[in-house]
C-alpha cells in the first residue's frame, strides 16, 4: 500500500489514477474506488488498484488521505512510490503520518507512543495493552484526573480569593480527600505500567551451563525452532545467540551462551567472556546442569554467581543415570527442575516456573496492564509528588498558596503525560523511532 496525506494527496491521486469515465477520485465521495495506475508523465499503466479516499478530517492525519492498494511486490510498489513522487508528493519521514495525527488533534502524545509499541509488539499481550493506549484508554483516565484535580484547584483558588465564602479547613480537607483517591489512581497506573518495559523488551534471559550440558538444546526448545546448532562436542556454541521466545505471554529475550569452562581454544576463551558479560546483564537467568554427571566445581561456581537473580535451575539429561547430588543446598529458594530435552519432558514445568518467578514481586501481567514508558513513567512519579506535598501541606494546615503552587504542578505533570505543550525535540525523538510509512 501506498498512502499519500496533506492537502494536496486528492490532485497527487488525480493524476496517476484512472477511475472509469474519467473520473477525478478528488471529487468522489469517501470510500474504495477501483482503477488503474499510471505513470504520471508517460502515461504507461502501473496495476491495477483499490484506491482509498479518505477527506480530512475523517482519516488517520486528519488530513486529505489516499492509499494505492496494488497486488505487491518489491518492484512494482517501487514503481507506485516513484509515480507519486513524480505527481508532486515527496516520501515521508519516520513515523510522520501518525506526528501529523497528533499535530492535527486527532490522537494525543501517548496514543502516538502506543502506535510504535502496538507495531513492535512481541506477543499477544503486548498488543492487546499497547491496543488499549492506542484506543484512548490511558488517554481518558489522564483526562479525568486532569478534570478533577482543575476543580480542586478552583475551589482553592476560590477559598484564597475570597476568604469569607469558604473556611479554609473545608478547602484543606477536599484536598486531603481527592488528593488521596488520585493518588491511589495514578499509583494503579505507575504499577500497571511497570509490565509496559518487559512488555516491549522482553526479559533478558541468559541460559549458562558448562559445555555439553544442552543449552543450545534447551534454546531450541523454548523456542520451538532449530535455532542453534546441537553437536555432542564440549564448545560448540561459540557466540551468543538471541532470540525471542513467547511463554505463557510473556516474550523472554532468550541468550544461548557458549559453554562456561577453561579453554586454550581462542575462539572458544572469547566466546565464554561473552557468556560473563551476557551474565552481567541477565534479569533472569538458567542454569543447566548435567544430571548424568557429579556436580562439578564450574556448578559450583556458577550456582554462586548467580544466586541473587530471578533463576531456574534445570537438571537435564534426566532420561540418563543420575549421578548428581548436593544441589537443593546451593538452590536457594530457586526451583529446581528436571529435564530430558531428549525424551521431551519437564519443558513445560520449567516454562511453568519462568513464568511464575519472571512475574514475582508484585508485578502482575494481565489484559488490565498498560504499556507506560520511561517518559510516561517518570512524569506521572512527578506528580505522585507532587500530590503527596499537596496532602501533606493540607494536613499540616499550610497556607492555601502552597498547596495550589503543588496542585497547579501535579496538573501540568499530567498534561505532558498527554503531549500537551510537547517541544519539538521531545516530538523528533519520539518519532524518529518509528519505520517510514507509519
Ligand atoms: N488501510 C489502512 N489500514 C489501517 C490504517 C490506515 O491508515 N490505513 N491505520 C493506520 O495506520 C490503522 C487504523 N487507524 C485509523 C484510525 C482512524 C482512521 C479514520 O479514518 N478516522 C476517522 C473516521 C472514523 C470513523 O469513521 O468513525 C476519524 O477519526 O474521523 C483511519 C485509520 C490500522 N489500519
Ligand atoms: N541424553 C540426553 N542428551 C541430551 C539431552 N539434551 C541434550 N543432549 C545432548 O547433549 C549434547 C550437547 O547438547 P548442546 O545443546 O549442544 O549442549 P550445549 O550446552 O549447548 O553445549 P556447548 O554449546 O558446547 O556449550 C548433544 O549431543 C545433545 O543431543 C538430554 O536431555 N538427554
Ligand atoms: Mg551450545
Request: aromatic share 4%; proline share 3%.
Amino acid at each position: 500500500m501506498v498512502r499519500v496525506s496533506g492537502p494536496e494527496a486528492g490532485r497527487i491521486a488525480d493524476r496517476m489514477l484512472k477511475l472509469k469515465g474519467n473520473a477525478h477520485l478528488s471529487e468522489q465521495k469517501r470510500g474504495m474506488w477501483y482503477g488503474t495506475l499510471i505513470h504520471p508523465e508517460t502515461k504507461s499503466d502501473l496495476d491495477e488498484c483499490v484506491a482509498l479516499w479518505m477527506p480530512g478530517p475523517h482519516s488517520y492525519t486528519a488530513e486529505d488521505v489516499v492509499e494505492f492498494q496494488v497486488h505487491g511486490g518489491l518492484q512494482l510498489v517501487q514503481s507506485v512510490l516513484s509515480a507519486a513522487l513524480m505527481a508532486g508528493a515527496r516520501l515521508a519521514e519516520p513515523g510522520e503520518f501518525t506526528k501529523r495525527a497528533f499535530l492535527n488533534g486527532r490522537i494525543d502524545l501517548s496514543q502516538a507512543e502506543a502506535v510504535i509499541d502496538l507495531i513492535r509488539a512481541k506477543t499477544e499481550l503486548a498488543s492487546r495493552s499497547a491496543l488499549q493506549l492506542v484506543k484512548g484508554d490511558f488517554s481518558e483516565s489522564i483526562r479525568r484526573m486532569r478534570q478533577t484535580l482543575i476543580r480542586l484547584q478552583a475551589h482553592v483558588e476560590v477559598t484564597i480569593d475570597y476568604p469569607e465564602h469558604d473556611v479554609e479547613s473545608v478547602a484543606c480537607a477536599r484536598v486531603i480527600e481527592t488528593g488521596q483517591e488520585l493518588l491511589t489512581e495514578i499509583q494503579e497506573l505507575i504499577r500497571r505500567g511497570k509490565m509496559g518495559r518487559v512488555l516491549r523488551e522482553g526479559i533478558r534471559t541468559v541460559i549458562l551451563g558448562r559445555p555439553n550440558v544442552g543449552k543450545s538444546s534447551l534454546m531450541n526448545a523454548l523456542l520451538r525452532q532449530d535455532r542453534a546448532i546441537v553437536t555432542d562436542i564440549p564448545g560448540t556454541t561459540r557466540d551468543v545467540i538471541e532470540e525471542y521466545a513467547n511463554i505463557g505471554g510473556i516474550p523472554f529475550r532468550i541468550l544461548d551462551t557458549a559453554g562456561i569452562r577453561d579453554t586454550e581454544d581462542i575462539v572458544e576463551k572469547l566466546g565464554v567472556e561473552r557468556s560473563r558479560e551476557a551474565l552481567r546483564e541477565a534479569e533472569f537467568v538458567i542454569v543447566v546442569l548435567n544430571s548424568n554427571e557429579p556436580l562439578s566445581l564450574e556448578d559450583e561456581e556458577l550456582l554462586l554467581q548467580t544466586e541473587g537473580l530471578p533463576r531456574v535451575i534445570v537438571l537435564n539429561k534426566s532420561d540418563l543415570e543420575r549421578r548428581i547430588d548436593g544441589v537443593e543446598p546451593l538452590a536457594g529458594d530457586s526451583a529446581v527442575v528436571e529435564l530430558s530435552l531428549k525424551a521431551g519432558r519437564g519443558l513445560e514445568e520449567l516454562e511453568h516456573e519462568m513464568v511464575l518467578r519472571a512475574t514475582a514481586g508484585g508485578v502482575q501481567m494481565d489484559d488490565a496492564s498498560y504499556m507506560t514508558n520511561a517518559r510516561q513513567n517518570t512524569l506521572l512519579q512527578g506528580v505522585v509528588d507532587d500530590l503527596e506535598l499537596a496532602v501533606e501541606a493540607a494536613a499540616a494546615g499550610a497556607t492555601l498558596d502552597i498547596i495550589a503552587v503543588q496542585l497547579q504542578s501535579a496538573y501540568a505533570g499530567l498534561g505532558q503525560v498527554i503531549g500537551e505543550e510537547a517541544g519539538e525535540d521531545l516530538l523528533n525523538e519520539i518519532f524518529s523511532n518509528f519505520c517510514l510509512g507509519k
